[in-house]
Nanobody
Framework: QVQLVESGGGLVQPGGSLRLSCAASGSIFRINAMGWYRQAPGKQRELVAR???????TYADSVKGRFTISRDNAKNTVYLQMQSLKPEDTAVYYCNTAWAAPNDYWGQGTQVTVSS
């Protein structure tokens, strides 16, 4: 059974940092590239970072240089370290496989709010 549990979100001031975690079921984690997505109010969900099973990473231009994705294969967990946060980073953040479709299973997400 697929399971994705995101955590670590919260309210942070502009310029601050947060570290998100996602515990994924082993069935989808071990052989898949994983990604962090976000969805802001009134906008479509977008992929912001992805990491392959071999730890190759790619980032959306909007977060490049500020966000770092990593994974711990022993814990079936993927992380997103976010620094220099901006108000436009405010969104619900989700993890999933790097090619997840809108009608696939999604976890509950974790809310990130960047505001002074």
């Amino acid at each position: 059974q697929v399971q994705l549990v995101e955590s670590g979100g919260g309210l942070v001031q502009p310029g601050g940092s947060l570290r998100l975690s996602c515990a994924a079921s082993g069935s989808i984690f071990r052989i898949n590239a994983m990604g962090w997505y976000r969805q802001a109010p009134g906008k479509q969900r977008e992929l912001v970072a992805r990491i392959t099973s071999g730890n190759r990473t790619t980032y959306a231009d909007s977060v490049k240089g500020r966000f770092t994705i990593s994974r711990d294969n022993a814990k079936n967990t993927v992380y997103l370290q976010m620094q220099s946060l901006k108000p436009e980073d405010t969104a619900v953040y989700y993890c999933n496989t790097a090619w997840a479709a809108p009608n696939d299973y999604w976890g509950q997400g974790t809310q990130v709010t960047v505001s002074s």
